[in-house]
């Protein structure tokens, strides 16, 4: 399984971003897609994540503001993001996990997020 995302880039503070991640491979049906961040200094956290069955689980920090998404047919997961805030500044993380007897853990390259005061 490969993963591919694209966004991120520099957004004043109370503006708007969005990431996609596309994975590839062989991928069962079901599986839990998500995002991570990890700020410099700090280690890296969950944002928001989303089952195939439309389950989603959010970081406080971003509940209300971030919206998970994802398109089964493409593989394909969506991270919008608004409201944004210098304190969202890190890289962001996809992942892509499932269970077969044992868990499956992939993760994309990290995109930068940069919000600027």
């Known amino acids: 399984v490969q993963l591919q995302a694209s966004g991120g880039g520099l957004v004043q503070a109370g503006g708007s971003l969005g990431l996609s991640c596309a994975a590839s491979?062989?991928?069962?049906?079901?599986?839990?897609m998500g995002w991570y961040r990890q700020a410099l200094g700090k280690q890296r956290e969950l944002v928001a994540t989303?089952?195939?069955?439309?389950?989603?689980t959010y970081a406080d920090s971003v509940k209300g503001r971030f919206t998970i998404s994802r398109d089964i047919a493409k593989n394909t997961v969506y991270l919008q993001m608004s409201s944004l805030e210098p304190e969202d500044t890190a890289v962001y993380y996809c992942?892509?996990?499932?269970?077969?007897?044992?868990?499956?853990?992939?993760w994309g390259q990290g995109t930068l997020v940069t919000v600027s005061s």
């Open positions: 491979g062989s991928i069962p049906s079901f599986t839990v």
């Open positions: 989303m089952t195939t069955g439309g389950a989603t």
């Open positions: 992942n892509l996990n499932y269970r077969n007897f044992r868990i499956y853990n992939y």
